[in-house]
């Protein structure tokens, strides 16, 4: 499940903000979950997802056996629908993820404690716990759809999922874009006249290009 070298630098160099804008444009929906909070740090993986519900006193899946399946560097996502109830999460399976290089964990379930790898989570809403009942399957996580395999990058300024047949496009795309809005900011604060950057005219892009223009 590992991210070509170069598809990860062109998505570290961009904020999500800037790959949400590619996505939208492609028409891609529900890639963004939201109500989570996180460090202020990022995290870029492979998505590896699991699906848990609210614990009743029925049997549930082996969560030590699916802890152990997840691939180093992977983004762990899973859905606890919505519930903001305490993910199963001990010192011991948090020292397991930690040393299986787990690059981070997105859930709309609550964490009660620190894990020893970047996470982003609900605020926790309840004192029930949860269960597993799925692996590696599609699931919704704080309102976004999150499939096995897509891309997740992850940052202060928010989550977004990438398809991964449309990764690389997008990463391109986000990188071109947020180029254009540096160097426009840079033409507002020479006292450029926002009408012909807003979106750049003809004049404003030809202008882009040559002073962008590797040398």
């Not at 990058?153 to 809005?181: H, M, N, T, W």
Request: hydrophobic fraction near 50%; include cysteine; charged fraction near 20%.
């Amino acid at each position: 499940m590992a991210i070509d070298p170069t598809l990860r630098d062109a998505l570290s160099a961009v904020t999500p903000a800037s790959l949400a804008r590619a996505l939208s444009r492609a028409g891609v929906k529900a890639f963004s979950p939201r109500g989570l909070t996180g460090p202020g740090e990022s995290a870029i993986g492979p998505a590896y997802t699991m699906r848990m519900v609210p614990a009743r006193n029925d049997a549930a899946g082996d969560l030590a056996a699916a802890i152990d399946a997840v691939p180093e560097g992977a983004i762990l996502v899973i859905d606890a629908a919505r519930s903001g109830l305490a993910l199963p999460f001990g010192s011991i399976v948090a020292a397991r993820l930690a040393q299986r290089s787990v690059a981070g964990l997105v859930t709309d379930g609550a964490l009660p404690e620190a894990v020893g790898l970047p996470v982003w989570s609900a605020p926790e809403a309840g004192s029930e716990t949860l269960a597993l009942v799925g692996t590696q399957e599609r699931v919704s996580c704080g309102g976004a759809a999150i499939h096995p395999g897509d891309i997740v990058v992850c940052g202060s300024g928010g989550i977004v999922a990438l398809p991964a047949e449309l990764a690389e496009r997008i990463a391109l795309e986000a990188v071109e874009q947020q180029r254009l809005d540096l160097w426009i900011q840079r033409e507002v604060e020479r006292g450029e006249s926002l009408a012909s950057l807003l979106p750049p005219d003809a004049a404003a892009l030809a202008r882009f290009e040559a002073e962008t223009k590797p040398a």
